[in-house]
Every structure is written in C-alpha cells, then in structure tokens.
C-alpha cells in the first residue's frame, strides 16, 4: 500500500543532542511537507520541498534543518538551537501539477513525538 | 488577524444532533479548501474537499463563500465516532505551495 511512513514514532532527547527524524513515502509524490503541533494548537509549517535537492523554509524554520535528496525522503533534523523542541512533528506530501476530478491533498505520516527531558 | 480562524471549541453535542462549523480565511486569492479530521494524539486526515458548488459527503456538507471569505462544516445525525478535532485548511493562489491549517475546532459527541 502507498503511504507516508515516519520514524521513530516516539523519542526522547536530552537537552544539548540533535535528533533525526526520518520520513519517507512511496507515493511517487513531488512535494513534502513537515509540520509542528503543539497541544491544543493548529500545525505550523517548519520546511517544504517541492522537488528535489530544494527546500525552503516555513513559518517556524529557526532550530531545524533538512534534506531532500531523493523523491521519497525527507528528514527533518531537530538541533540542539530549538529552545522547545518538545511537539508532536508531522510530515506530509502531495501531488503537484493539475489532477483530473480534483485539488492536490496533503496526505499525512503517523507523526514522530518528541520529548526533551 | 490568523490567516484561517475557526469557531473556538470544544462542541458538546448529543448523539443524533447536527452540529456545524465556521472558517474564515483571510487570503482572497485562496484556491483551495478542505475539512481535515484529526482524532486524538493522531494525524490529520482529509474529511472533504470544498468546493464553490458545495458538496455532500453521506452526512457531511461542506460550503464555500468567495465573498466572504467563509468555510462551513455541517455534520447531520452526529454519532459518537465523530468526536474528533476538525481543522479547517486552505491552500494559497494557485501556483502557491503553502497550506495553512485552522487551530481546529474540538467535537464531543455524547450518547
């Protein structure tokens, strides 16, 4: 079945270390997305890439990095630069370009949880 | 102002009952729109596309206002399944790669 995967789906980090983590899809899709959630809060755009080897940043890209170097996968590095890195991260994808019947939706990984000790 | 607001929560309504649901986005140029659903501690995902036409989903409606802006969610013979955070989202221009999401708006369908 195509679908977004992302790992791991919990980890905890010490102050001071950088994590990774890891999404990849199989949807043969052009755009990837990730997101930040805070409790009671909406999502908020941290990096996208619409192609290959490019990225730009979101609303709240300060502390993160990433990398597209293949279709299917995106990382999203989490550094010890984000003063508050505890959040549930998303990643998304979609399709670009015109679909017959209708809009390009983002579809959605499981959702990595990060948390500081 | 947020690029996309939605009725504060939480809804508390009894089985069976309809219940609806406000957006407003502040971008005019705005493409596209859709209701996602999000259950707790898991990820959004895609309830409807919104169309100018308005469309139906079983018991879901969902309607477009250019002209002001607006984004309704109409949920008919609520069950308790459909407790769950809704968010409103929509894409820039056409061409435009941003999405913005709603803060979401909570449900709790009781029996």
């Known amino acids: 079945d195509g679908g977004i995967t992302q790992s791991p789906k919990y980890l905890f980090r010490k102050e001071g270390q950088n994590v990774t983590l890891s999404c990849e899809q199989n949807?043969?899709?052009?755009?990837m997305y990730w997101y930040r959630q805070d409790p009671g809060q909406g999502l908020r755009l941290i990096y996208y890439?619409?192609?290959?080897?490019?990225?730009q940043k979101g609303d709240i890209a300060e502390g993160y990095s990433v990398s597209r170097e293949k279709k299917e996968s995106f990382p999203l590095t989490v550094t010890s630069a984000q003063k508050n890195p505890t959040a549930f991260y998303l990643c998304?994808?979609?399709?670009?370009?015109?679909?017959?019947?209708?809009?390009?939706?983002?579809?959605f990984g499981a959702g990595s949880r990060l948390t500081v000790l | 102002r947020k690029e996309v607001e939605q009725d504060p929560g939480p809804f508390n309504v009894p089985e069976g009952a309809t219940v609806a649901f406000n957006c407003t986005y502040s971008?005019?140029?705005?493409?596209?729109f859709f209701w996602y659903r999000q259950d707790c501690r898991k990820e959004p995902k895609l309830l409807m596309s919104?169309?100018?036409s308005g469309n139906e989903d079983g018991r879901f409606t969902a309607q477009l206002n250019r002209a002001s802006q607006y984004i309704s969610l109409l949920i008919r013979d609520s069950k308790l399944s459909d407790s769950a955070t809704y968010l409103c989202?929509?894409?820039?221009?056409?061409?435009?790669?941003?999405?913005?999401f709603g803060a979401g708006t909570r449900l709790f369908v009781k029996a």
């Open positions: 971008n005019s140029a705005s493409q596209s």
């Open positions: 890439s619409q192609i290959v080897n490019d990225f």
């Open positions: 989202v929509v894409r820039g221009p056409a061409g435009g790669f941003k999405t913005i």
């Open positions: 919104v169309y100018s």
């Open positions: 949807l043969n899709h052009d755009a």
């Open positions: 998304a994808s979609r399709q670009t370009g015109e679909l017959v019947g209708g809009a390009n939706v983002l579809t």
